[in-house]
């Protein structure tokens, strides 16, 4: 038995190192214990290959957008291999410079290779060894949830993992979900070639983000030629290795789709099962995510969670943050560290991107404020044009009695990096009036910030170029 570690941390990902780090730097021995990949699913599995391969479709659509420009015309074959070849070497890349070289290089931060599972509140079984320690962090992350379906069982079907891992995309595909990753990777392969449809329980996709950006990613999604189909509960799907067949019902009765291959995007299960939680009395919800407090405390003393296995906002950053928070409430006690969820920017990279920031519409009134908003079109923004992004629209949602900002949502070009600066806007508690008086630079895309900012008191349509 080892008793020579100040924290054992389960997991290796963005949300385990960022707490490692943080340790360290208050001095504290860390072990790290992982079953598989270092670096998690964020840098192997999930945002790091998947956008790479994203941002190569954005290429080949640019392409297309340049011949309509006459620019001459974009080529209409995919060569998969190189494209796959990138992908594994920005993987490789970050996951040596981020994770590899940083556990070498910091004494005091050790990886233990193997499942770990706790005997008791204070103890961790890894293979062959039992590893005792007073403070315990739970960053296993999660899984791709496989949904009970009739027919699943004896049918293939791809997960967003291995989706990222074919070798030859399929003419057709049918992604089961219409959250972030259905539509990010459904646009992905609907741009290189394949023949795309969505499948939807709920009235729309993305149904967590505000009504007026979702509406504007379906239009975009549909005038790319991607099938969209909402209210479709499945009922059961069925195939081989050539073909499959997804069965819905309809209100018009039931209906079938078939295309080469399935994949689900249904959402995210903690990888919790196994690892022992139960003997440690540490209590989770029914779907196995680990129930924590603000501090990421659980229910047994010496124990935090954070990160995705906590099924709060499964955004790298948030999980990392997450762990910092439970490190400084670990070793600075009193600290009274708690996480800010209102001002985290999130993105989905879907092109338009989508930001969102803050309270909805809704959310605001829920918590009891008065809200007004304001909505503008992209295609109000004059960057806009001389890009040829036009689809899109940003909404602000400001406070009515004081004008303080209180959301920002948004579906366009380039939007991942100007839902950063909403984000700055609503941690300092501006106005939309700070906002509407901020100089920005003409033209950019973050001018459509400012643009929407002054729609909350003025007719935007009736501004001169420079908004003024």
Known sequence: ????????????????????????????????????????????????????????????????????LG???????????????????????????????????????????????????????????????????????????????????????????????????????????????????????????????????????????EPEPALAIRNVLRDEGMEIVCRSPVCAVSGDGSAVSVEVEREDGRRT??????????????????????????????????TVDERMRTTTPGIWAAGDCTGGMMIATVGAREGIIAVDDMFATGCGCTMDHL??????????????????EQGARDAGLDPIVSILPVSAIPKAHVTGHTAGVIKLVAERATGRLLGAHLACHRGAELINEAALAIRLKATFDDLANALHVYPSIGEGLRLCAQGFTRDVSKLSCCAE
């Not at 985290?344 to 803050?358: S, Y």
């Open 257 to 290: 789709f078939t295309a080469e291959k399935l994949l689900l995007a249904v959402g995210t299960a903690p990888a919790t099962r196994g690892i022992g939680l139960e003997l440690a009395g540490v209590e989770t919800d029914g779907r196995g995510f680990v």
């Open 1 to 68: 038995m080892s008793d020579k570690h100040d924290l054992i941390i389960l997991g290796s990902g963005s949300t385990a190192f960022a707490a490692a780090l943080r340790a360290h730097s208050r001095g504290a021995r860390v072990l790290m214990v992982e079953k598989s990949v270092l670096g998690g699913t964020c840098i192997n599995w999930g945002c790091v290959p998947s956008k790479t391969l994203i941002h190569g479709a954005l290429f080949y659509q640019e392409g297309r957008l340049g011949a309509r």
């Open 71 to 209: 620019l001459g015309e974009c080529g209409d074959t995919v060569d998969l291999a190189p494209l796959m070849a990138r992908k594994e070497e920005v993987v490789k890349h970050l996951r040596t410079t981020r994770y590899l070289d940083l556990l070498r290089d910091t004494p005091g931060l050790e990886l233990a290779k193997g499942t770990g599972r706790f005997l008791g509140p204070d103890r961790l079984e890894v293979v062959d060894r039992v590893y005792r320690c007073d403070r315990f962090l739970v960053a296993v992350g999660g899984t791709p949830r496989i949904p009970k379906i009739p027919g699943l069982e004896s049918t293939p079907f791809l997960t967003s993992r291995g989706a990222l891992l074919l070798k030859h995309f399929p003419a057709s595909l049918i992604i089961i979900g219409g959250g972030v990753i259905a539509v990010e990777l459904g646009q992905m392969f609907q741009r290189l070639g394949t023949r795309v449809t969505i499948l939807e329980y709920g009235p729309r996709i993305l149904a967590p983000v």
């Open 343 to 360: 001002s985290v920017p999130m993105a989905i990279f879907t092109d338009p991107e989508v930001g969102a920031v803050g309270y909805t």
